[in-house]
Nanobody, 128 residues
Framework: QVRLVESGGDLVQPGELLRLPCTAF??????IGWFRHAPGQERKGIAC????????YYADSVKGRFIISRDNAKNTMYLQMDSLKPEDTGVYYC???????????????????????WGQGAQVTVSW
């Protein structure tokens, strides 16, 4: 199991940019998932990427505004969120799994796949 530690949650105004880091303590490649638990809603996949970033998926609500990336030297994954909207408010969780065999990034974000490891969550509030 991969230990994940995330941070970067904050209170920001609409239209601003925020980047969430998530450090993964692992020596192997892994798939990445970013999920959002908005108030009154179930946790849903926002952005996911397969091993080596061969396949990447973004939810329609964030496509063009959010970018998923990773820094292998720092063993850290990132979710960059630009042009933030009030509806982006929620707790964001990073997830990782080195055991995935094949599969698309869409499948990883569908909620059907169960990630091996999860971060503790970061609160992001977008409001005036």
């Amino acid at each position: 199991q991969v230990r994940l530690v995330e941070s970067g949650g904050d209170l920001v105004q609409p239209g601003e940019l925020l980047r969430l880091p998530c450090t993964a303590f692992s020596e192997v490649d892994f798939a990445i998932g970013w999920f959002r638990h908005a108030p009154g809603q179930e946790r849903k996949g926002i952005a996911c990427s397969s091993k080596s970033d061969v396949s990447t998926y973004y939810a329609d609500s964030v496509k063009g505004r959010f970018i998923i990336s990773r820094d292998n030297a720092k063993n850290t994954m990132y979710l960059q969120m630009d042009s933030l909207k009030p509806e982006d408010t929620g707790v964001y969780y990073c997830a990782a799994d080195p055991s995935l065999i094949g599969g698309s990034a869409w499948y990883l974000c569908s909620g059907t796949y169960s990630f091996d490891s999860w971060g503790q969550g970061a609160q992001v509030t977008v409001s005036w």
